[in-house]
């Protein structure tokens, strides 16, 4: 018997594949089928089962994709009602993988069709759960993206409360936890670092698996402090109920290679944004006008869901050399599949064919320090998270979080030089390359974010408060 873990940094998701006797299951796989069909084959394998945990909000799952390839049937639990075949479970329902069996535990809660697999070896020992968005390392799935008219999140909480307690609970503490997500999924908001761990553990250390917690108390942490969920969720939701286009389709469509003159000419003749994936210092010192900058590097598909609100929106990229497939492979996971180009020579191409070139000012800080010795009033935007600034920040920074940017427009300064700032420098080139799009153009990005003011010791900033200390007294 072998489990494998297909973890996947950029989108904080766990895939699943599973082997017995020259059988294979896979659960919640990503939308590139590829690995998954090549690992069956390196095995001598076959691909008997495709499972669902749920209808997922943050990506595009591979199910179509693998099912079609495979012929493996598309297994979803209880409430599924999906656009296309699939086999939906009743709960309680046993499946067979070789000498492994997989039962499909009903957890609605998260959302309402909501499945955990236990899998139990050739002795009935129940072994591994894979849990989905029902229970991650650290925290549960957040109850408030799968609402309909007549269930509030509340009533969502509810139930998950007893999927919980009369379902997962029970199983045996040795049981090793499989979740779908990790820390950085906006699935949830207190998940571990760590992707698996004992059941036993997560009922001593998992705030919502307390055994005296009442149905009240659940309800009341586990609604607290959710952020609002990017707006692309509902339409990944969407695409993988009712279907979606081959991936191999949509590689091959956006693979098309234009000169500069092309590139400028449908980029003016289309509603296309420009797109560019380079890291955040390399775009501040040239970029085409206009264009917005996602790194790579860091939470590139989560970013773009929460920047770019419509999926279907047309997309022309720049990337560094090579890194083309790469960029349109991570947007497809969650989605948008309508690039319609690539610049051919990436932006040293743009440059050299005397196209207009842009800029971004950007400063240490250790600049800023100096800067801010002259002038204590410089106007400094603070654009990490509300719980990342109130734990500690600039004294006098105006936080004005990127997730938002959008609905923010209005609130950042136009006609006096603003200082941004995130974390680290990724998300604030962000930032100012949004806003530059729009028009501002008194802006200044500072170089490694607030870890570098913070290890420069020379700019005031507010007394640390406990991100956890913070959320306690949120919920009072």
């Not at 670092?193 to 001593?204: A, C, V, Y």
């Not at 991100?467 to 306690?472: A, E, G, R, V």
Request: charged share 25%; hydrophobic share 35%; with cysteine.
């Amino acid at each position: 018997m072998k489990i494998e873990q297909i973890y996947t940094g950029c989108l904080a998701q766990g895939a699943y594949y599973i082997e017995s006797e020259g059988e294979v299951a896979v659960i919640d796989p990503l939308r590139e089928v590829t690995p998954y069909i090549e690992r069956a084959a390196r095995d001598g394998a076959k691909i008997k089962y495709v499972f669902e945990t749920h209808f997922h909000a943050d990506f595009v799952s591979g199910h179509l994709d693998l099912s079609k390839k495979t012929g493996a049937p598309i297994v979803y639990g209880p409430n599924a009602k999906t656009g296309f075949e699939a086999h939906i479970a009743t709960d309680g329902e046993l499946f067979s993988v070789g000498k492994m069996t997989l039962k499909a535990i009903h957890t609605p809660g998260h959302t309402l069709e909501s499945t955990c697999y236990l899998l139990m070896d050739e002795n009935g020992q129940e072994k591994a759960l894979f849990s989905g968005d029902t229970l991650f390392i650290g925290d549960v799935g957040r109850p408030d993206l799968a609402q309909k008219s007549d269930l509030t999140m509340d009533d969502l909480a509810g139930f998950l409360y007893d999927s919980l307690r009369n379902k997962i609970m029970t199983l045996p503490n040795e049981v090793i936890v499989y979740p779908a997500h990790g820390a950085g999924s906006a699935c949830g908001k207190n998940m571990s670092k760590e992707t698996t761990d004992t059941l036993g553990n997560q009922k001593m250390f998992n705030y919502a698996l307390r055994a005296d917690m009442t149905k009240a108390e659940f309800i009341k942490e586990v609604t607290a402090g959710l952020a609002k969920p990017p707006q692309y969720f509902p339409q990944n939701v969407q695409m993988n109920k009712e279907g979606y286009e081959s991936i191999d389709t949509v590689m091959k469509r956006a693979a098309q290679a234009l000169s500069p003159s092309a590139f400028e000419a449908a980029a003016n003749e289309t509603g296309a944004v420009v797109l560019d994936t380079r890291g955040a210092q390399l775009f501040s010192k040239g970029f085409i006008p206009n264009s917005i900058n996602i790194g790579l590097g860091g939470q590139f598909a989560p970013w773009v869901g929460a920047l770019i609100p419509d999926v279907k929106q047309e997309l022309l990229l720049v990337t560094e050399k090579g890194k083309t497939q790469e960029s349109i492979l991570r947007l497809a996971r969650v989605g948008y599949d309508n690039v319609i180009g690539y610049l051919d020579g990436g932006f040293d191409a743009w440059r050299e064919s005397g196209n207009e070139v842009d800029e971004i000012s950007s400063i240490s800080a250790d600049e800023l320090a100096s800067r801010l010795e002259k002038d204590k009033n410089l106007p400094i935007i603070d654009v990490r998270k509300p719980s990342e600034f109130s734990a500690e920040h600039i004294d006098g920074a105006k936080n004005l979080p990127l997730d938002n940017i959008n609905d923010l427009m209005a609130e950042f300064p136009k006609k006096e030089t603003m200082y941004i700032h995130c974390a680290g420098g990724y998300r604030s080139m962000m930032a100012a390359s949004i806003l530059k799009s729009r028009g501002y153009d008194n802006l200044v990005d500072i170089d490694g974010g607030f870890a570098a003011i913070q290890k420069l010791g020379r700019i005031t900033t507010t007394d640390f408060v406990c991100p956890s200390t913070l959320k306690k007294s949120g919920d009072d």
